[in-house]
């Protein structure tokens, strides 16, 4: 038996295969995956040798063209189901003929049946990815009858009111049962730990199958650019800091060393295009006395640039942590750039962090410990910037310099508070070079308990809303 969808009235490629091939490298692109002409001259060899036949191996063969980077897999995924989708339209099935039949399944209405069934295909011996075309019509199903719903802009389907009717949390539980109840009563602790692996990893590709379908039948009700809006991951150097979920900031952190790498590279290049120096006046006019005082040889400064120290005083309060933690591992993977970095964390008192970040420090191990070891509150665990000035420059008179660079990290929102602007003026003033970066999105200054604007007018401000915005705002800052 085989299954069919119905194709809707639009084509899926109005402009032909190689039009519909750029219009997917347009997508990634849109979505920050960089893949130049020559990586869409490769995609386009790879789907005229590969053909359309094989879904799954078309896809791994244009990603093989023009992915660069394995953290990019996941929006590579999502928008390459969008554009080259499973099938179009609702499902049929096909009896031994080809011809259309009715379906032989249960009917959606009755979801406890359905679930009932569910739970037979999970609880089977092989992997999902090898069960027959069931599991994917009782889900097709469940979608149609559960998941559709009315929207603003027409018939749309919702992955969570299709997930709320399956009940995924009893439907584990009763999958977690059924895979325990061959070791009896008291299965062993092993035996038990396995079981909830395989029962959680089922579920998940559940979910993920639910989601594919759902995302399917909305991109062909209300168009792919819907979806792409909502539906596709975000890369990770382009998730807001302050809107990142936990899984969101742990990816973060595994693009540190690919940034750090390339800020590395730029600033090498920088130091090598000024490395020539500039004329020596007096030298070149001397030489140019067996010329018959005509300056033929130019005579260059050698440059001794002396790496900066740099002073990096960061926000560590709730509301702000991801962004601090992720700007410090950057920081601590830049840190042969600069001849001193020392670290100083603050809720509402500063205290000095720099021994927790040494060269074989455990980062992850290191932005834990500063709320657990560092004085970084003695109030009432409330941002307060004003206050934390005062400790700093009571506790730490000499720790900014003509040679020091100053790194502020945080929102700015310092909960009605004196902001201690006298006190960030001299910091400033101390400093041969001072900066101050702020996840919050530039609209948002000066709203609230937002000090922004008042610290605006003493230090330079930057927006640094994701990591990739970041990386271009250091990069700008490096010494050279």
Known sequence: MAVRRTRPPQPLAPHGIPGHLVEFIEALRAQGIY????????AGRVVSVLGLGDREVLREGIACAVLRRP??????????????????????????????????????EDIEAMRAALLDLLADNEELANLDERLAMMIAKIVEAYGRYNSS???????????????LDDLEGRLLAGLLAPYGDEPTPSQEQIAKAIAAQRILQLKQMVEAETKRR???????????????PQLAENVEFLRASGEQLRQMQRVVAPLARMLATRLAARRRRARAGEIDLRKTLRRSMSTGGVPIDLVLKKPHPA??????????SGSVAGFSHFTLMLVHALRQQFSRV????????TDEVTDLFGPDAD????????????????????????????????????????????????????????????????MVDASRHAHWLNPEPRHLWGSGDSAVPRYSEVITMHECRSAKQLAAVIDQLLPV
């Open 307 to 316: 790496r900066p120290e740099l002073a990096v005083l960061c926000d560590v």
């Open 342 to 349: 020392r670290v100083f964390a603050f809720i509402d008192t």
């Open 71 to 108: 953290d990019h897999r996941d929006t590579y995924d999502a928008l390459f189901d969008l554009y080259f989708p499973a099938a179009l339209g609702a499902r049929t099935v096909l009896d031994e003929d080809g011809e259309p039949t009715d379906d032989p399944g249960l009917p959606a």
């Open 153 to 167: 802009r027409g018939p749309s389907y919702s992955s969570y009111q299709a997930l709320k009717a399956m009940a």
């Open 218 to 232: 909305t991109a062909e009700q209300l168009g792919r650019e819907h979806v792409q809006m909502y539906g596709v």
């Open 363 to 426: 980062l992850a191990v290191a932005v834990q410990r500063i709320t657990r070891e560092a004085e970084v509150f003695t109030r009432d665990g409330h941002s307060d910037y004003g206050h934390a000035f005062v400790s700093f420059l009571d506790k730490y008179p000499n720790a900014l310099s003509p040679r020091s660079s100053l790194l502020i990290l945080g929102d700015g929102r310092n909960n009605y508070r004196n902001p201690e602007l006298e006190l960030l003026e001299r």
């Open 35 to 42: 893949v130049g002409p020559s990586e869409t001259v490769d």
